[in-house]
């Protein structure tokens, strides 16, 4: 349905940004699963650098966010 403002290019930026958003949300997950494995296992050295994968993740979403806002 095409209202009154309607934009092609502003629905494809828009439509891109929520698929890098998906699949950072996704990284995150798999970060979360794999660092709760290796936390398990008494294996510290990964969840430290997958903590700090999952913040960059975050900022990186946050500021999509943002730049569609």
């Not at 009154?4 to 439509?15: E, F, R, S, V």
């Not at 998906?22 to 660092?35: E, F, N, R, T, Y």
């Not at 294996?43 to 999952?54: E, H, I, N, R």
Request: net charge positive; proline share 3%.
């Amino acid at each position: 349905m095409k209202g009154p403002h309607y934009d092609k290019n502003a629905a494809t930026i828009l439509t891109g940004v929520l698929a890098i958003v998906l699949v950072l949300v996704i990284l995150q997950l798999w970060l979360l699963m794999a660092s709760m494995n290796a936390y398990l296992a008494n294996d510290l050295t990964f969840v430290w650098p997958a903590a700090g994968a999952s913040l960059l993740c975050f900022l990186l979403i946050l500021g999509l966010i943002i730049y569609i806002k």
